[in-house]
């Protein structure tokens, strides 16, 4: 039979108190790794935003100067006036 010997109160006091930290260090760990997972994925959210934002603005570019290709060609070298809706030949 195993030999049983009574522990001093300050030491298990030490070593519960040592336990529950590392119990609330681990609950810790956890929810940090939850957050970050969170963060990644709005991370992810917000690049395949911009993605589509740049994919438009590159599109709109795109059209914006085929309408203006198309101005050049019919009425020659000029600037519009959107706030008067004329074509300016230079």
């Keep these: 039979m195993a030999k049983e010997i009574k522990i001093e109160d300050n030491i298990?006091?030490?070593?519960s108190q040592i336990r529950n930290e590392v119990n609330t260090m681990a609950f810790n760990f956890g929810?940090?790794?939850l957050e970050k997972i969170s963060l990644e994925n709005r991370i992810k959210e917000i690049e395949k935003t911009e993605s589509?934002?740049?994919a438009k603005y590159k599109g709109n570019m795109t059209k914006e100067r085929k309408i203006a290709d198309k101005l050049k060609e019919k009425h020659g070298e000029?600037?519009?006036?959107?706030?008067?809706?004329?074509f300016i030949a230079s």
Excluded: F, N, Q, W
Excluded at 12 to 15: A, R
Excluded at 78 to 86: I, M, P, Q, R
């Design 12 to 15: 298990i006091k030490e070593v």
């Design 31 to 33: 929810k940090l790794r």
């Design 52 to 54: 589509d934002m740049t």
């Design 78 to 86: 000029g600037y519009v006036d959107l706030a008067k809706g004329l």
